[in-house]
């Protein structure tokens, strides 16, 4: 069952169709603490109506994504169908940052039947890393 393309669709519930978000309140609330970004400087109300072809960036969790929408859906749907409808243009050495900030978030060794936390040292590359200072 595929789903049908519609033309207008708020941001925050594209955002959570396309899976990016695991509730729509989730969405609507990034949007409205400006993590949502309209060609990446203009901060979006959850009302915004999606257009084919805008380019959003959007910060979840600490992470930057950059995406372009590509098909325009307003129902959730399965991750493969989820992932044409929209292009990661996230630059390369993001995605980079990332991956390291992320490594120190899970450590290799194991306290117990838990993972261990970052250490004091490991905390203060991913600060350094992130930019935080």
């Not at 207008?8 to 949007?31: E, G, M, N, P, Q």
């Not at 959730?76 to 990661?88: F, G, H, K, S, T």
Request: net charge positive; aromatic share 6%; charged share 35%.
């Amino acid at each position: 069952m595929h789903s049908i393309e519609v033309t207008k669709v708020r941001i925050d519930k594209y955002l959570w169709a396309i899976r990016l978000f695991k509730t729509r309140s989730l969405a609507a609330a990034a949007c409205n603490e400006g993590k949502v970004k309209l060609d990446q400087e203009n901060p979006v109300k959850a009302s915004k109506i999606v257009k084919t072809g805008e380019i959003f960036s959007i910060r979840i969790e600490g992470k930057r994504s950059v995406i372009q929408t590509v098909k325009i859906i307003e129902k959730r749907v399965a991750a493969p169908l989820a992932i044409e409808c929209y292009n990661d243009i996230t630059p390369e050495e993001e995605k980079e940052k990332q991956k390291l900030v992320s490594a120190f978030y899970f450590p290799s060794g194991k306290k117990g039947n838990k993972q261990a936390r970052p250490t004091k040292k490991d905390r203060r590359k991913i600060t350094e890393l992130r930019g935080d200072i």
